[in-house]
């Protein structure tokens, strides 16, 4: 039993002992029920915590070294080519399942399309293939780190195909193609004209309008072979650079010559009027006389209708080549023995060019039952006019000579020399060749004496030239037995 001193240190040590656990908190706490306190649960999660990071931490790097020995010499996990996952095969498997499955892919033809045309194009012909060693080798060595090894587990890496394009081959290829397939010439567009038998009793014509085209033409060969290099093998088509050649023409210039010029010219016979005499033109005749060409460039081109004049006017010339008159040049004869002036006299020829000119004008306006053009004619000149003859002053005799006597055998033939000879006009400085006439010698010899007498020279050889100032004119007379010979001029 306590007394009171008992009773006052109790309580004094109680109270000592409450205020030492107020200013020192134990570490611990732990009563008889089991309770334990919070910062003990702590260290103790902590502490479990650490442990199970080093057990980890320990595995992954056991895990790290693993692979990364067994990686040695692989490609690296997540790598794929065109679509085919190589990651992880070492790189002859890895060049083995590239081959198996993009090989296909490498030989297939090269679709291509220029200007709307689609062609193909043989890989191995134009030098085009794979170094599929090459695209293992870019697939790179495995990684080092860590979380690199880590990454590649969750995604993946395109690796692109290591093409090899000899380009020569490639620029053959692609300009063979172009030249046989591609290229085209605009097509400027024009009139077609068929003949159509049985139309009419004439023969019809019937005129078609050629719709003017585009054309195309690959415009650099050099940026083509760049295009397939990019793009194969993977691409589904190619595109090739094109230069689009406009024709110069458009379609409602045909179409408007078509209606206004050429169908007009073509709808039926075309009646020619000459002077007395007609005939006609047919389809046909006009057919093989049109032509076409284009005028001019750019927005102002026209398509220009022409007609072969010499093609139109050999058709009618049968007819109408009879009312031309040739020119007559004015002449000296001798009735009675004396000089007589003939008069000259004018000729007319067609003048085709003036007469077809405007046909196509004519036509184009002309109603159904006036279809006709009337020929026009040009003057003809003679090249001898009357006052050229009158100008030579042949008026008077100058000169005369005859033989006779002879038997008709030593004059034969003077008759057909006389007339070649009569009338014949010698102008000053002219010869004349009289052997050309082949006359007896007793002709030749009354011929000479007379040219002599007149006052012209005579040379061997029969040849007489009039060198005197004024013209003189030749009559000859012959009967079986005489020549009697006349030169008519102007006496000095």
């Given at each position: 039993?306590?007394?009171p001193?008992?009773?006052?240190?109790?309580t004094?040590?109680?109270?000592?002992?409450?205020?030492?656990?107020?200013?020192?908190?134990?570490?611990?706490?732990?009563?008889?029920?089991?309770?334990?306190?919070p910062g003990?649960?702590?260290?103790?999660g902590?502490?479990?915590?650490?442990v199970?990071?080093?057990?980890v931490?320990?595995?992954?790097?056991?895990?790290?070294?693993v692979?990364?020995?067994?990686?040695?010499?692989?490609?690296?996990?997540?790598?794929?080519?065109?679509?085919?996952?190589i990651?992880?095969?070492?790189r002859?498997?890895?060049?083995a399942?590239l081959?198996r499955e993009?090989?296909?892919?490498?030989?297939?033809p090269?679709e291509?399309?220029?200007?709307?045309?689609?062609?193909?194009l043989?890989?191995r012909e134009?030098?085009?293939?794979?170094d599929?060693?090459?695209t293992?080798?870019?697939?790179g060595?495995?990684?080092?780190?860590?979380?690199a090894?880590l990454?590649?587990?969750?995604g993946d890496?395109e690796?692109p195909?290591?093409?090899?394009v000899?380009?020569g081959a490639?620029?053959?290829?692609?300009g063979?193609?172009?030249?046989?397939?591609?290229?085209?010439?605009?097509?400027?567009?024009?009139i077609a004209?068929?003949?159509?038998?049985?139309?009419?009793?004439d023969?019809?014509v019937?005129?078609?309008a050629i719709?003017?085209k585009?054309?195309t033409?690959?415009?650099?060969?050099?940026?083509a072979?760049?295009?397939?290099r990019?793009?194969w093998?993977?691409?589904?088509?190619?595109?090739?650079?094109?230069?689009?050649?406009?024709?110069?023409?458009?379609?409602?210039a045909?179409?408007?010559?078509?209606?206004?010029?050429?169908r007009?010219?073509?709808?039926?016979?075309?009646?020619v009027r000459g002077?007395?005499i007609?005939s006609?033109?047919l389809?046909?005749?006009?057919?093989q006389a049109?032509?076409?060409?284009?005028?001019?460039?750019?927005?102002g081109a026209?398509?220009?209708?022409?007609?072969?004049?010499?093609v139109?006017?050999?058709?009618?010339?049968?007819e109408?080549?009879?009312?031309?008159?040739?020119?007559?040049?004015a002449?000296?004869v001798?009735?009675n023995?004396?000089?007589?002036?003939?008069?000259?006299v004018?000729g007319?020829?067609?003048?085709?060019?003036?007469?077809?000119?405007?046909?196509?004008?004519?036509?184009?306006?002309a109603?159904?039952d006036r279809?006709?053009?009337?020929?026009l004619?040009?003057?003809v000149?003679?090249?001898?006019?009357?006052?050229?003859?009158?100008?030579?002053?042949?008026r008077e005799v100058?000169?005369?000579?005859t033989?006779?006597?002879?038997?008709p055998?030593?004059l034969?033939?003077?008759?057909?020399?006389?007339?070649?000879?009569n009338g014949?006009?010698?102008k000053p400085?002219?010869?004349?060749?009289?052997?050309?006439?082949?006359?007896?010698?007793?002709?030749?010899a009354?011929?000479?004496e007379?040219?002599?007498?007149?006052?012209?020279?005579?040379a061997?050889?029969?040849?007489?030239?009039?060198?005197?100032?004024?013209?003189?004119?030749?009559?000859?007379?012959?009967?079986?037995?005489t020549?009697?010979?006349?030169?008519?001029?102007?006496?000095?």
């Amino acid at each position: 039993m306590g007394g009171p001193d008992d009773g006052e240190r109790s309580t004094s040590e109680t109270d000592t002992d409450i205020d030492l656990v107020d200013e020192f908190p134990p570490a611990e706490v732990t009563r008889t029920d089991g309770w334990t306190s919070p910062g003990i649960r702590w260290r103790r999660g902590v502490g479990n915590a650490l442990v199970a990071l080093g057990a980890v931490t320990g595995s992954l790097a056991v895990v790290y070294v693993v692979d990364l020995v067994v990686g040695i010499g692989d490609v690296p996990r997540g790598v794929t080519v065109a679509g085919v996952d190589i990651g992880g095969l070492d790189r002859r498997d890895a060049e083995a399942e590239l081959r198996r499955e993009l090989g296909p892919l490498v030989v297939r033809p090269v679709e291509l399309r220029a200007g709307g045309i689609d062609v193909s194009l043989d890989p191995r012909e134009a030098g085009l293939g794979v170094d599929w060693s090459a695209t293992v080798e870019r697939a790179g060595e495995q990684p080092w780190l860590p979380w690199a090894r880590l990454a590649s587990l969750f995604g993946d890496r395109e690796v692109p195909l290591v093409t090899t394009v000899d380009e020569g081959a490639v620029k053959a290829a692609l300009g063979r193609l172009a030249q046989e397939r591609v290229n085209r010439p605009a097509i400027d567009g024009g009139i077609a004209l068929k003949p159509v038998e049985g139309v009419h009793d004439d023969g019809g014509v019937l005129p078609q309008a050629i719709e003017p085209k585009v054309g195309t033409r690959v415009s650099d060969l050099n940026a083509a072979v760049a295009a397939v290099r990019v793009h194969w093998p993977h691409a589904e088509r190619i595109d090739l650079p094109v230069e689009v050649l406009r024709p110069r023409l458009t379609a409602e210039a045909v179409h408007a010559v078509l209606e206004d010029t050429v169908r007009p010219l073509l709808a039926g016979p075309v009646l020619v009027r000459g002077d007395g005499i007609d005939s006609v033109l047919l389809p046909e005749d006009i057919r093989q006389a049109l032509g076409f060409e284009v005028r001019g460039d750019g927005d102002g081109a026209t398509l220009g209708v022409t007609l072969d004049h010499a093609v139109l006017s050999s058709a009618v010339q049968s007819e109408l080549g009879v009312t031309e008159r040739p020119a007559r040049d004015a002449s000296l004869v001798f009735r009675n023995g004396t000089p007589v002036v003939v008069p000259s006299v004018r000729g007319t020829r067609i003048d085709w060019e003036r007469t077809f000119a405007g046909l196509a004008q004519t036509l184009a306006t002309a109603p159904a039952d006036r279809r006709e053009v009337t020929v026009l004619y040009d003057a003809v000149e003679p090249a001898v006019t009357t006052q050229d003859v009158h100008a030579l002053e042949v008026r008077e005799v100058v000169a005369t000579a005859t033989t006779s006597g002879h038997a008709p055998e030593e004059l034969a033939g003077a008759d057909v020399a006389t007339g070649a000879l009569n009338g014949v006009v010698v102008k000053p400085g002219e010869t004349v060749e009289l052997e050309a006439y082949a006359a007896p010698p007793p002709w030749l010899a009354v011929v000479e004496e007379a040219a002599r007498r007149a006052g012209l020279s005579v040379a061997e050889g029969h040849r007489i030239t009039n060198d005197t100032e004024t013209a003189v004119a030749v009559h000859v007379r012959s009967t079986a037995t005489t020549v009697r010979v006349t030169l008519w001029g102007t006496r000095p």
